[in-house]
C-alpha cells in the first residue's frame, strides 16, 4: 500500500497519530483483554491463534470462531474487554521515539490521536506512557459512526483541528489505519515501514 515520505514536516498544520501500535506497544494488553472476554464467554483460545489473525472486536472474532452473535455479544465482550484493559495498564510499553516525535511536531502544529479503540482508553493510555501533558484532541471509535478504514475520524480530527485534511500528516501502523488517513485525504507515514523521526 502506497504512503507518504514527507518532504518538509513543516508544511504540516498538524499531526495526528493513532495509538495502539503507533504511540504505544499495547499488543500485549490487547491480546490478554481479547483472551479474558472470550474466555468469561466460555471460549478459550491461544495466544498464536490470536494473533496469527489479530481480531479485536466481537463481530470480527465470530466470523473468525464461526458462531452466532448470542454467544459472543458485543456488549458483554466490551465490558469485560474493558474491565481488564483498565486493571491491566502495567502491561502498556511506551514507544521513545513515537514520543519523541509527537512532541517535537506539537511545538510548531496541532496534534491529535485517531484510534479504532475507545477515546476513554486512549486517553488513560496516553497517561501511562506519558503523554497527556500535550495539547490532545482525542478521536476514538465512540466518536464516530463508522471506524478504520473509513475515513470518518480522520475527517472529524481535521475539522477539531482546523486544519485542511491535505495539511495533516497522520501515522499509522496497520491497512486498515493507512486506508482511513489516505481516503481523508491526509498525507500517511506507513511506521511499519519508515523510521520514526521528528516532525
Not at 27 to 33: E, S, V, W
Not at 157 to 179: I, K
Amino acid at each position: 500500500m502506497a504512503t507518504t515520505t514527507p518532504a518538509s514536516h513543516h508544511a504540516y498544520a498538524a499531526y495526528a497519530f493513532d495509538f495502539d501500535g503507533t504511540l504505544a506497544d499495547t499488543a500485549d494488553i490487547n491480546n490478554g483483554a481479547v483472551q479474558a472476554s472470550l474466555a468469561a464467554h466460555g471460549i478459550t483460545v491461544t495466544l498464536a491463534w490470536l494473533t496469527a489473525e489479530p481480531a479485536f472486536t466481537a463481530g470480527q472474532l465470530r466470523r473468525r470462531l464461526a458462531i452466532p452473535p448470542a454467544a459472543l455479544p458485543e456488549d458483554t465482550f466490551v465490558q469485560v474487554a474493558r474491565a481488564y484493559w483498565f486493571t491491566n495498564t502495567d502491561r502498556i510499553k511506551p514507544i521513545p521515539a513515537a514520543a519523541t516525535a509527537a512532541r517535537t511536531a506539537a511545538e510548531h502544529a496541532a496534534l491529535a490521536v485517531v484510534s479504532a479503540n475507545y477515546s476513554d482508553i486512549v486517553r488513560h493510555g496516553l497517561t501511562v506512557v506519558g503523554l497527556d501533558d500535550l495539547p490532545w484532541t482525542v478521536i476514538g471509535r465512540d466518536d464516530v459512526t463508522r471506524t478504520k478504514p473509513a475515513p470518518d475520524a480522520y475527517l472529524r480530527a481535521a475539522r477539531l483541528l482546523g486544519a485542511e485534511p491535505g495539511r495533516c500528516l497522520a501515522h499509522e501502523d496497520t491497512d486498515e489505519g493507512v486506508t482511513a488517513a489516505t481516503a481523508a485525504g491526509m498525507h500517511v507515514l506507513d511506521v511499519r515501514h519508515h523510521p520514526w523521526r521528528s516532525a
